[in-house]
Structure formats: C-alpha cells, structure tokens
C-alpha cells in the first residue's frame, strides 16, 4: 500500500516549534513536523542530531521546554504566556496515550513474564478486555509475527531478533493509530537485522502510520514516504525519500557518504 497521495489524509501526529534542552546542551532547537494519517516517515541524520529526544518527546517519555504537541484533535501540549510547553491534563495524556505505540532499541520485555503475557498485559490491564480476548488478539499478532510457536517461551529463550518481533506485537496490540520505533535494530547483529526490518516492511498492509528513526538507509529510502534528515537538533531536508536522498545539500551528502556502499 502506497500513502503518498496524503494531500487529502488528517494530521495525526503535529510538533511545532519544538525545543528541548537539557541543562546548557540544546538537543532540539525549533522543530517542527506532521505525519498524516498512515504514512511512514523515518528520520534519519547522525548519532546526537536529536532524533531519539524527538520520539521521546512525541511519546511523552519526555517534556519539551517550548512548542505545541497535537494528536488528531486532542492538543496535548501548548507554550503557556511566558513560552514554555504547558501540558493537558492526565485525563487527556491517557487518552492520547492509547493513539500512539513504541518499540525501543533494547526490547524492554518483562522478563519473568512469557511472550503471550508481555503481548497481552496492557490489553487485559490498560483496555479492561478480557484475557480470552486479549490473548485471540496476541496469537493473531504473534502469527503475523511468524513466532506462533514461541508463545509460552520467555524472552531469554529468544534471540534479539525475536524479541524485538515481541516488542512489535505488544505495542501493535493496543492497536495504535501511530506506531514509533527508535531505531528498532540498534541492538541486533547483521543477520537478525534483516530479520525486524522485513517484518517492519510487512507492517504497511495495516495502514497505520509509522515514525521510525533508522540507520538503516536503504530500509528507510525503500520504505518511507517522507524522509526527514536532522542533524545538530534542526531538520535539515524533508521530502520524499527520493528527494531527501538526491539533496545536494552538502551537510546531507557528508552525512549519506559513509553508506554510498549500500545506496
């Protein structure tokens, strides 16, 4: 499935003006983006550019300092009279909770809980639906998964790719509107690489949007419908993949440089 005849699909996801510090370093410095309903953007740009503090920021694992931060309708953050982002109040951060998934670097299972109670827990405790229910909707992501088998294995039984794939399946279980990943093969060798990002690829037939901040270049030029570039906590391009990765400008060709081999 193709997004990106978007001009006619909802904002679902709106930062504007977004900054955020922490003590004198700047990591963002006036950011500003949109991802519509069902597209997929990944970000990509060096090691310290802001791009993991920018899905921290989105996912409210983080505060901005300043800017406004807007899910559909629901405006979750808004500079206040003296320019600081003042937050809605908890009832509305839950409700805008369950628009948005993640999937983090390091997997983040419980331990000493199997797949099929990591998968299930926030649908049975966060959505109140039953444990039969909870766990039909677990089995047929862990089939999409291809790990149907794995579900009363516990997470050291399992390679990184593996639960990495359970991570996925637990954050598509709360069945989000958005789907973040940051930089979901970071912590994978070569061969489980390939692995996650063909079961990422396989995600698009859902038609939810996903944000994914990516090293993997030809992944994310494959994949995307817009490709935001940033580099020392500004967006420098943003475009479509095949505009971003011909940008002639000069901070992105050094930057694409070091993976000419693969592009």
Known sequence: MNFNNGENKMNLLEMKHVKKS?????????????????EIVSIIGPSGSGKSTLLRCA???????????????IIVAENDPNGKSAYADKK???????????????FNLFPHWNVMQNVTDAVINV?????ADAEK????????????????????QLSGGQQQRVAIARALALNPKVLF??????????ELTGEVLKVIKSLKDLKIAMVIVTHEMSFARDISDK???????VIVEQGSAEEVFNSENER????LGRYKDIL
């Open 22 to 38: 922490f003590g004198n370093l700047q990591v963002l410095r006036d950011i500003s983006l949109e991802v519509k309903d069902g």
């Open 59 to 73: 996912t409210l694992l983080e505060t901005m300092d300043s800017g406004t931060l807007k899910y559909e309708d």
């Open 92 to 106: 509305t951060i839950r409700k805008v909770s369950s628009v948005f998934g993640l999937v983090f670097q390091q």
């Open 127 to 131: 959505q109140k639906k039953s444990k």
């Open 137 to 156: 909707i677990g089995m047929e992501l862990l089939e999409k998964m291809g790990l149907s088998d794995k579900a009363n294995y516990y997470p050291f």
């Open 181 to 190: 990943f940051d930089e979901p093969t970071s912590a994978l060798d070569p």
């Open 227 to 233: 490709v935001i570039f940033m580099a020392d906590g």
């Open 252 to 255: 992105m060709q050094t930057f």
